[in-house]
T-cell receptor, first 114, second 114 residues
Framework: DAKTTQPTSMDCAEGRAANLPCNHS???????VYWYRQIHSQGPQYIIH???NNETNEMASLIITEDRKSSTLILPHATLRDTAVYYC???????????????FGQGTILTVHP | DTGVSQDPRHKITKRGQNVTFRCDPI?????LYWYRQTLGQGPEFLTY????????KSRLLSDRFSAERPKGSFSTLEIQRTEQGDSAMYLC????????????FGDGTRLSIL
């Protein structure tokens, strides 16, 4: 798996955009970047994933740099319910024996405050 | 909601007892994964199934652990002769095997060993 590096924690004011960075400098050409979050006492929740183009869905936007060595997850209008641990993951490619295995690091603890 | 369902949500047992957890994946998903999460850490991969075939097992899965998915639908994870160190959240996830589809997680079974 490509190693990912994220800040340990971040703060954001309610209603403002939360921008969570992730470095994945060893990513290979066909590996996707996935983002999950985990709210206390719940299972991880899938947010978004992308390969090289920017992606947007109802939850967030994902901006991947042109060299694909880093990405940013954007929550456009953070709410208190977005307080969670956010994980950036680059899983192994399809076809290998470890395909689909997710390796979670420590993630970023995002705290949204009023 | 037809998300991933896990049962029970909580299990408290005495050291040395056997426990079994059940996971019902999203119905059209043929891949099923088990993870374990201890306090303050991200989830760690244990094993995964493609339909009924168990294709990979982590070194974390000692001989006391066994997972099955007999008909390629629901799965069970059994721990025999439980130890204090088995106390954790056990998470199940499922995904389609088409392309790079994300895994979707249940809310886990929290195991406490007395």
């Amino acid at each position: 798996d490509a190693k990912t590096t994220q800040p340990t924690s971040m703060d954001c004011a309610e209603g403002r955009a939360a921008n969570l960075p992730c470095n994945h400098s060893t990513i290979s050409g066909n590996e996707y970047v996935y983002w999950y979050r985990q709210i206390h006492s719940q299972g991880p929740q899938y947010i978004i994933h992308g390969l090289k183009n920017n992606e947007t869905n109802e939850m967030a936007s994902l901006i991947i740099t042109e060299d694909r060595k880093s990405s940013t997850l954007i929550l456009p209008h953070a709410t208190l319910r977005d307080t969670a641990v956010y994980y950036c993951i680059v899983p192994p490619l399809a076809g290998g024996t470890s395909y689909g295995k997710l390796t979670f690091g420590q993630g970023t603890i995002l705290t949204v405050h009023p | 909601d037809t998300g991933v369902s896990q049962d029970p949500r909580h299990k408290i047992t005495k050291r040395g007892q056997n426990v079994t957890f059940r996971c019902d994946p999203i119905s059209e998903h043929n891949r099923l994964y088990w993870y374990r999460q201890t306090l303050g850490q991200g989830p760690e991969f244990l094993t995964y199934f493609q339909n009924e075939a168990q294709l990979e097992k982590s070194r974390l899965l000692s001989d006391r652990f066994s997972a099955e998915r007999p008909k390629g639908s629901f799965s069970t994870l059994e721990i025999q002769r439980t130890e204090q160190g088995d106390s954790a959240m056990y998470l199940c996830a499922s995904s389609s095997d088409r392309g790079n589809q994300p895994q979707h997680f249940g809310d886990g079974t929290r195991l406490s060993i007395l």
